[in-house]
Structure formats: C-alpha cells, structure tokens
C-alpha cells in the first residue's frame, strides 16, 4: 500500500518517462497498481463534483493538477466516431489487412482507434502474449 505523496513521486517519473499522466491501467515500473491508482483519482474527482465526500482533499487535488492531471480520458461525443456493431468494424479490420498486408500500424490508421485500442487492451489482458499476436495478427 502506498501513500498519497509516494504515489506523486511515483506519477512525476511516470511523467518524466512519457511526457504525460495518462497512465495506462496496466503500466509497469512504477509501483504495482499506480494505473489503476490514477483512475480511482479521477471518479473520487468527479465524486466531489457531485458533492461527495472522498479522500480526495483539494489539496491532494491542486498537487495532481500542478503535474498534469488529466481528469476526463474520454473524447466528448461529438468528437467520437459513429458507433458500427462489431462486425462491421471486424470487416473493415480484415479489408484494411488485405489492402495493407499488415495490421502493424493500424492503432495510427484505423478508422475507430478507440474501437479497436479496447480490442487489444482486452486481448492483452485477457489472453497470454503469444496466443494474442496470433489471434491479432491474422
């Protein structure tokens, strides 16, 4: 278990690595859990905007916001891509494959980077690392 300051330590490296604090919930190096840490910071925010009470103190809240804190991860709808059932997006997954012989660079390419960022999320932490690259790379 890690205090909150020890967890702001751990986010500024995070921050020095990558250039932001948008951790993923799976990260790895920075103390166990500080993905899933982060996340819990944002709903305890949004909590207190509804008037709740948490551990989330605005002093706690000014420190997260002085290195960076991003407290909404999520595009606001009007920016996001229509929603396609998945089948449909499968299909356009295999035609992007068979017009460019690779699915490397499709988070960079696809039409719902969203869509298919919560595919391999769920693949990776879902299924072993070889059994997803064959199932992803078709």
Request: glycine share 6%; aromatic share 18%; hydrophobic share 35%.
């Amino acid at each position: 278990l890690y205090t909150f300051e020890e967890r702001l330590e751990q986010l500024k490296r995070y921050r020095e690595d990558h250039g932001h604090i948008v951790v993923p919930r799976f990260a790895k190096g920075y103390g166990q859990g500080l993905g899933k840490w982060v996340q819990q910071q944002r709903v305890k925010y949004k909590l207190n905007k509804k008037g709740n009470y948490t551990t989330l103190t605005p002093e706690r809240q000014q420190k997260l916001e002085e290195i960076g804190m991003v407290w909404s991860i999520l595009k606001p709808a009007q920016h996001r891509a229509e929603r396609q059932p998945w089948d449909i997006r499968y299909e356009q997954f295999l035609e992007f494959k068979r017009e460019n012989g690779h699915t490397v660079r499709i988070l960079y390419s696809f039409i719902r980077k969203d869509w298919i960022f919560f595919v391999i999320q769920y693949l990776f932490t879902s299924f072993s690392y070889f059994y997803t690259l064959s199932v992803f790379v078709l």
